[in-house]
């Protein structure tokens, strides 16, 4: 029996390299090669400014913070997404509202806006998740994409893309537009520094608060204290910052991936392509919606949704897989039925029917660079035997 892992990484760049080069430079923490990672991070997004820090939630958290957004506040967040997405809106003590998704592409569209602009009209800033890499209707030529019906309403956008690199709406990358954008380089990213994550923007104010607030409220950073003519131990707080810096360490993986960034991409592509092709005429699965041309998705998940022509539940249907050695994953449990935010927000099932419906039915499948002909086979071969058994 093949083992089919959910997500393999593969360090077979120049990852070791430039791990090494730190390794022997003796300063391990942020420095050149977080500056490196941030100047070609930014060059390829389009953004003028890219700031480093140790995950998606911190960017998350420093970008939120950013925006000034206070306690009380409002924020609309999608409902079907990881936690990290809502919880920092927590962590300034404002409260999400929870928008239901799109079936099939998981996204908040223009229309689901539009809706929920007209429902609270109160909200001023809006969390968007490119959902599995796929971005949403940003810019539409009758102006009717949700940057334009963001503009006409006052509302601040902060891009959750931790799914989305390399990602593109039109010619434009995921990145170079909207308030402030958030990538991800968790283990199973597209792109990976084992932990980590990049804020860019194109606002400097926006930059220099996150820059301070990245590292302690400190108005200067570690390595300008120990480079700069100035005495090292000179310092100012401006105010009650975190501990969000990444380490030399893991830049120099990022840099090392950042190069292989295309390829992995345009890999993940091709299986995914491949899955439409072997799975596309199974009644019983509903496949992702790809509402962009495939080349501007970044492919970072696969999820299917078992839907009500299935004669085997989602859960069986995992079990059936793992039984085979292939791995899944779950995309998500809504953030309605996760008890914190049900209990504290009253919330219910039938006031987010779709991302239910998805819920009931949706495990993504394994999609990596490293798949092999045989592994996919495999995976596609016994999808169909579990389900139509
Ligand atoms: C949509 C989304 N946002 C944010 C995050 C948080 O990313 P990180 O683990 O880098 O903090 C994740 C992580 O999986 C995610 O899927």
């Given at each position: 029996m093949l083992k089919v892992p959910f997500s393999r990484v593969k360090c077979e760049g120049n990852e070791l390299k430039y791990v090494t080069e730190v390794l022997e430079s003796g300063w391990l923490t942020t420095a050149q090669k977080a500056c490196e990672f941030e100047k070609v991070f930014a060059d390829k997004v389009g953004a003028v400014y890219a700031c480093c820090v140790n995950s998606c939630t911190a960017a998350l958290h420093l970008g939120i913070e950013a925006l000034h957004v206070k306690p009380g506040d409002r924020v609309f967040v999608p409902?079907?997404?990881?936690?990290a997405t809502a919880e920092v809106v927590r962590y300034l003590n404002a409260h999400p509202v929870f928008l239901d998704v799109e079936y099939g592409s998981s996204l908040i569209t223009p229309d689901i806006l539009e809706d929920a602009i007209r429902r609270y009209p109160d909200v001023k800033y809006l969390i968007l998740v490119h959902f599995g890499g796929q971005p949403c209707e940003m810019i539409k030529k009758d102006g009717k994409g949700i940057v334009d019906i963001c503009e006409r309403n006052g509302i601040k956008i902060l891009e959750d893309?931790?799914?989305?690199?390399?990602?593109?709406v039109g010619n434009q990358?995921?990145?170079?537009?909207?308030?402030i954008t958030c990538f991800s380089f968790y283990?199973?990213?597209?792109?990976?520094?084992?932990e980590g994550g990049m804020l860019v923007t194109d606002d400097e104010d926006i930059y220099k608060r996150v820059k301070i607030m990245r590292?302690?409220?400190?108005?200067?950073?570690v390595w300008d204290r120990f480079t700069s003519?100035?005495?090292?131990?000179e310092y100012n707080v401006v105010a009650p910052g975190y501990k969000y810096n990444m380490p030399d360490v893991n830049a120099a993986i990022g840099l090392a991936q950042m190069e292989q960034a295309d390829a992995f991409r345009d890999a993940r592509e091709k299986w995914a392509l491949k899955y439409y092709e072997y799975?596309?005429?199974?009644?019983m699965i509903d496949l992702p919606q790809c509402?962009?041309?495939?080349?501007?998705?970044?492919?970072h998940l696969f999820p299917v949704i078992l839907n009500?022509?299935?004669?085997?539940l989602r859960n069986e249907f995992i079990e059936k897989l793992s039984e085979l050695g292939i791995g899944t994953s779950v995309?998500?449990?809504?953030?309605?039925?996760?008890s914190y935010y049900q209990d504290t927000y009253n919330l219910s099932p039938e006031d987010f029917p779709v991302s239910e419906k998805i819920w009931k039915g949706t495990v993504t499948l394994p999609l990596y660079p490293s798949m092999t002909d045989e592994e996919f086979m495999y995976v596609v071969t016994s999808i169909r035997n579990v389900l139509t058994a």
């Open positions: 409902d079907m997404t990881f936690t893309a931790a799914h989305a690199f390399p990602a593109k990358m995921v990145g170079s537009f909207g308030d283990a199973n990213k597209t792109i990976t520094t084992g590292l302690h409220g400190i108005n200067r950073d003519n100035k005495p090292s131990w799975l596309g005429d199974m009644e509402k962009v041309p495939p080349n501007n998705h970044a492919w009500e022509k299935s004669k085997i995309h998500y449990k809504p953030m309605h039925r996760l």
